[in-house]
């Protein structure tokens, strides 16, 4: 009998791809998923815990989710309630006393294990089923070898956690110390996509460059190589990873930007402050110097790379001297996308127990500044596309009818008008306009399209 499974996911790409997982282990269950939660024998919430309030959202979520629970019993029917995650792992004891109608909590670590908690949690016990563990070896053994992809691009995670310690992150928490999966693991599951029609490949990992996972010679295997040997493999025409450290960023990570044509000229590298008095309290372990010559030999090894960043306005004691040294940061980098969030304090992080907390109202004064600027930027480089023509991978189908929406090398939106039937190619278009979000062109391969 097949069953409805609803999942919502909350935060990173890692939950996106734990989220798809969560349905693979399910699938033999009779488990499918669906795109709302009225009708769902399942429920998941996948949550995140990196800024802001997450937990509050999530208790506010469990409760229309709870409503819901209750109209299905009224009719006989029932609802599992899960919730995965980091916040299932860093306040699972929490979510059971204050939400006791949830029948799953669990980890990032755990989810291999669901169909054996849903078992226990439907066998009507009562008692809340609670998985915090930090297996991460035995969960990616145990993931089915049946990885789904919802489009020409796929999610691949190559590496878990984090030892970085950055004094205003969670991550080192709940997402456990740092594991690398073997490079052989990592090339299977990539022939397993490209094999479903993939063909653009994003590795993930809260800390992707500090990849090191055996090689399948027993030997040590950086993200550089795994690079170079992923592009080796047929069908796989495009490469991107995310996030990296600046430390990480080892040479022969620069030049695989240099001499694998197949790894797209974007590069996610957060540096989070401009000031090196903040950088150092916040734990980073580098300053602006060290910044500004890891993205000199980036570009010269790869002079069309496109930045992208996070920035953190207010953490404690950030002056506004500090600040004005994050803007003088992004206006000599030049950024072709970024986020920048408001410093939140993280429960059980060493920043959040610093004096000098920065009062709110700075703290958006600032927010705005950096935005203004990041976005001034981010109009700027996609006005600078117009004219060009770049390969496009066509992935889905637009908001207007004919229209496709793909990504450019740079990662950005593209819109562009062309046949369904498309969807899944890398195809050239010449770029007509450029806005804050996305830019829009023409195929330019159209006409000999229409004339064959
Ligand atoms: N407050 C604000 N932003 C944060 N981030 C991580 N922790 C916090 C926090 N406590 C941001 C960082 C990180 C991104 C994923 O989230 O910029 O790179
Ligand atoms: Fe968090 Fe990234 Fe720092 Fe690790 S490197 S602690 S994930 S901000």
Not at 101 to 130: C, K, W
């Amino acid at each position: 009998m097949t069953k409805n499974l609803f999942i919502k996911t909350y935060g990173c790409q890692m939950n996106v791809y734990d989220s798809d997982r969560m349905a693979d282990v399910l699938a033999p269950l009779g488990y499918r998923t669906v795109t709302t939660p009225d009708d769902a024998d399942m429920v998941i919430l996948n949550t995140c815990h990196i800024r802001e309030k997450a937990a509050e959202k999530v208790f506010s979520e469990l409760g229309r989710v709870r409503q819901m629970q209750a109209k299905r019993r009224a009719s006989g029917a029932e609802m599992v309630i899960g919730v995965a995650g980091c916040v299932a792992q860093a306040e699972g004891e929490e979510i059971i006393r204050r939400a006791p109608y949830v029948d799953i909590v669990f980890g990032p670590q755990s989810y291999h294990r669901l169909p054996e908690m849903v078992a226990r949690a439907t066998r009507a016990s009562g008692e809340a089923v609670l998985e915090t563990d930090f297996e991460v070896v035995e969960k990616f053994d145990q993931l089915p070898h049946t990885a789904t992809s919802n489009g020409p691009a796929a999610f691949l995670t190559v590496q878990e956690g984090c030892d970085k310690f950055c004094a205003f992150c969670v991550v080192p928490y709940t997402r456990g110390a740092e594991f690398s999966r073997p490079a052989a693991d990592v090339l299977a599951e990539a022939q397993r996509l490209t094999g479903a029609g993939v063909v653009e490949l994003s590795l993930l990992g809260q800390n992707v460059n500090a990849y090191h996972g055996e090689g399948p010679d027993g030997s040590d295997w950086t993200l550089g190589r795994l690079i170079r040997a992923l592009a080796d493999l047929p069908g796989v025409a495009r490469i991107r990873y995310t996030t990296s450290h600046p430390l990480e960023m080892t040479s022969d990570l620069i030049a695989a930007h240099r001499d694998v044509p197949q790894l797209m000229p974007y590069l996610h590298l957060p540096v989070q402050a401009g000031s090196d008095r903040i950088l150092q309290a916040m734990n980073r372990r580098h300053d602006r110097d060290t910044y500004f010559r890891i993205i000199d030999r980036l570009r010269e090894a790869r002079p069309d790379l496109a930045l992208s960043g996070d920035f953190i306005v207010g953490f404690p004691g950030e002056s506004e001297k500090d600040f004005e040294q994050t803007m003088d940061l992004v206006r000599r980098v030049g950024y072709a996308q970024a986020y920048s969030f408001k410093y939140s304090p993280r429960p059980g992080t060493p920043a959040s127990a610093l004096s000098l907390q920065v009062d709110e109202d700075a703290k958006s004064e600032r927010l705005q500044r950096l935005q203004a600027l990041l976005n001034e930027q981010q109009l700027a480089f996609n006005q600078a596309s117009v004219g060009t023509t770049m390969d496009v991978l066509l992935e889905r189908r637009g908001r207007h009818e004919g229209q496709l929406v793909g990504r450019s090398p740079y990662m950005q939106a593209v819109h562009v008008d062309a046949p369904d039937h498309r969807i899944g190619q890398i195809a050239p278009v010449t770029i007509r306009a450029g806005k804050a979000n996305s830019i829009s062109g023409t195929m330019s391969d159209r006409f000999d399209e229409d004339a064959a």
